[in-house]
């Protein structure tokens, strides 16, 4: 279930990895699961704008972060497909472009 607690976060990039970012708000490091476009555009210790998406399961709260705002809605929708969770809409969202996957998702045709 997504819940937009926290739909942006604006802040200093503390870290960056292969998966997941630190951005610091108000002295308050938020870890975000992001795509490797996004934490590529990420620099340690310059100001960063993300939008985000807070995933609440029974025994965790993740955080995922996007370019923009279209992006999150694109992960949000793929996830409305039977079998689809956040991590899976996550790794698609680093291999196919938002048009393809919301064209996929309508039933319009295969992601290229």
């Known amino acids: 279930m997504e819940v937009r607690v926290i739909a942006s976060l604006s802040g200093t990039v503390a870290s960056v990895s292969l998966d997941r970012a630190v951005i610091e708000v ?47 809605l694109v992960f949000e929708t793929v996830q409305t497909v039977s079998g689809v969770g956040p991590r899976l809409a996550l790794a698609m969202l680093a291999v196919h472009t938002p048009d393809a996957l919301r064209r996929a998702v309508s039933g319009r045709t295969s992601p290229p």
Not at 36 to 50: H, I, K
Not at 51 to 71: C, I, K, P, Y
């Open 26 to 72: 108000n002295g308050i490091g938020y870890l975000v699961h992001a795509v490797p476009a996004l934490l590529s555009s990420l620099r340690v210790g310059e100001q960063a704008r993300v939008a985000t998406t807070m995933v609440v399961r029974e025994d965790s709260m993740t955080l995922f972060g996007f370019a923009d705002d279209d992006e999150r």
